[in-house]
C-alpha cells in the first residue's frame, strides 16, 4: 500500500453560540481542515486539524511530494519525514504531521479489517467518558447567554439531564477570578455528587492562581488545570495549593514531559493528538506518565469527528485514563461525517469499532460545510467579537465586565 495523493478541504460547522475563553473567543463556528491521504488500493483515510483556509491547504498539497510512495505502515518513517526536529525548527509541521498520522492509522486499519484501538494495543473500554465543557458565552441565534452563575447551572443541568455528564469543566478566564469563584461554588452547590475542573488558560497572576487554588480547596475537584502560566509558576502553585495540577499548555512533546518528571509542576497532563503529533506519540506520552504516576487525561482543540474518534481510540487503550475527556464536542451544531454527530450515552461516547478510525465523511455535510466557510471565513481565535479593540496579556488584568450582557449576531 502506497500513498498518491493528499486533499485538504476547510469547513466551518456552527456552534449553538460564541464560545468565550481568556484569550479571546470563537466565533460561532470552528474552522476545520479536513484530510483525504489516497493510498493506491483506493483506500482513502481521513484526518483533521484546526484552523484552515487557502494557507492550510496549500501546505497539505506542499506535502504531497514528500508522502507519494510512501507506505503508511511505516509511522516512525513518517514522524522524520515532515517533522525532523531540527528541520522543524524552520517549518513547524507538527499539527500536520498529527493529521496525515490520523490518516495512515486510518488506512492500515482499513486495509487490516481492524479498528484503530486495535493497532494501539488494544481496547480496554468500549465507551470513553466525557466532562462536560462549559464556556462563558454570548446570546446568538436564538441560544441564551450564559454570564451569571444562575445561567451557568442552569445550563449545565440542561446538559447532564440530555447527556449524563458527571464531571464538569469550566472554561475561564473571562470575568474577574472572583466572579468565576462564585461560578465554580455554584456549580459545586448544585451538583454536590459530581466532580469539578476549572481552567482559565493560564491568566491568573501567581497571587491570583493561588487564591483561587486555595479558595477551591474544600471542593469536589479534580484538578485545576493552568492557572498560571509555564511550568515555574505551576511549580509555585502546586506547592502551595492542596489541588491536584493539570495542564495542556506546557507539557506538549517529550522533552517538556521529561522536564516535568524530574522537577514535577503539573500532576496530570492532557493529551491532544494534534498537538502531541499524533495518536501513537499519546500512547508513549500516557506510558511514560504511568512509570512515573502521573495522571493523564484527554485534551480537546475543537474536533470534528474525526478527531474525536482519535480521541475515543486513543482513550480505549489507556490503562490510566483515570479522568473524563475534554470535548467541546456537545457545544456544535452539526458534524462532516455519516450520520452527523456522534450521541452520548451517560455521559461517554462509545468508541467506533468499525475498521480504522470508524468514521467517514458525509459529502454533502463536507459540501455544505466547506460553502459555510467560503461565506464566512476564519475568524481571530485570539480576538474577542464583543470586545472591540481587545487583546489578552498574561497574567492579565483586563477582564470582561460580568454586568454586561452582549448578543453577537452568528
Known amino acids: 500500500m502506497k500513498i498518491v495523493d493528499v486533499r485538504a478541504t476547510t469547513v466551518a460547522v456552527p456552534l449553538e453560540a460564541p464560545l468565550r475563553h481568556s484569550n479571546g473567543a470563537h466565533w460561532g463556528r470552528f474552522v476545520r481542515t479536513i484530510v483525504e491521504v489516497e493510498a493506491d488500493n483506493g483506500l482513502v483515510g481521513l484526518g ?36 525532523n526536529p531540527t528541520a522543524s525548527l524552520y517549518n513547524n509541521r507538527t499539527q500536520l504531521l498529527a493529521a496525515i ?11 487490516l479489517g481492524v479498528p484503530a484501538c486495535d493497532l ?35 445550563h449545565t443541568a440542561r446538559l447532564k439531564a440530555e ?20 461560578c465554580y461554588r455554584a456549580l459545586a452547590e448544585a451538583f454536590p455528587d459530581d466532580r469539578l475542573r476549572y481552567d482559565p488558560n493560564a491568566v491568573l497572576s501567581l497571587a491570583e492562581g493561588l487564591r483561587f487554588g486555595r479558595a477551591i480547596e474544600g471542593l469536589n475537584n ?11 509558576g505551576l511549580r509555585a502553585v502546586r506547592e502551595q495549593v492542596r489541588v491536584p495540577l493539570a495542564t495542556n499548555t506546557v507539557v506538549v512533546n517529550f522533552e ?52 474525536l474518534a482519535t480521541m475515543l481510540h486513543l482513550g480505549a487503550v489507556l490503562p490510566n485514563l483515570t479522568y473524563a475527556a475534554d470535548a467541546h464536542y456537545h457545544q456544535l451544531r452539526d458534524d462532516v461525517i455519516e450520520g452527523g454527530k456522534m450521541a452520548y ?40 467579537p464583543g470586545r472591540p479593540g481587545w487583546y489578552a496579556m498574561v497574567p492579565n488584568e483586563r477582564f470582561a465586565d460580568p454586568a454586561v450582557s452582549i448578543e453577537v449576531a452568528p
Not at 479534580?222 to 511550568?231: N, Q, T
Not at 493529551?271 to 487525561?297: H, M, Y
Not at 468508541?351 to 466547506?370: C, F, H, I, K, W
Open 48 to 83: 483533521e486539524m484546526g484552523g484552515g483556509g487557502e494557507s492550510a491547504e496549500a501546505a497539505f498539497r506542499a506535502l504531497v511530494p514528500y508522502l507519494k510512495g510512501h507506505d503508511p505502515f511505516q509511522l516512525e518513517a513518517l514522524r522524520f519525514k515532515i517533522a
Open 101 to 111: 498520522e490520523f490518516a495512515c492509522v486510518d488506512l492500515i486499519g482499513q486495509h
Open 120 to 154: 494501539l494495543g488494544g481496547r480496554l473500554r468500549d465507551a470513553v467518558p466525557f466532562a462536560s465543557y462549559l464556556f462563558f458565552r454570548y446570546a446568538s441565534d436564538g441560544h441564551d447567554e450564559i454570564r451569571t452563575p444562575q445561567q451557568l447551572v442552569e
Open 163 to 182: 447527556h449524563g455528564f458527571t464531571v464538569h469543566k469550566l472554561k475561564g478566564g473571562v470575568f474577574p477570578p472572583d466572579h468565576e469563584l462564585e
Open 222 to 232: 479534580d484538578y485545576l488545570e493552568d492557572p498560571v502560566w509555564g511550568l515555574e
Open 256 to 307: 517538556q514531559l521529561a522536564s516535568n518528571v524530574l522537577r514535577r509542576a503539573a500532576d496530570v497532563v492532557l493529551l491532544d493528538t494534534t498537538f502531541w503529533g499524533g495518536i501513537r506519540p499519546c500512547v508513549k506520552a500516557a506510558g511514560v506518565c504511568e512509570t512515573f504516576q502521573l495522571g493523564v487525561a484527554v485534551h480537546s482543540s475543537g474536533e470534528l469527528g474525526i478527531q
Open 345 to 384: 450515552s451517560e455521559g461517554a461516547i462509545p468508541v467506533p469499532s468499525g475498521p480504522g478510525l470508524g468514521v467517514r465523511l458525509d459529502p454533502e455535510r463536507v459540501a455544505r460545510y466547506a460553502e459555510y466557510y467560503r461565506e464566512t471565513g476564519g475568524y481571530p481565535y485570539d480576538r474577542d
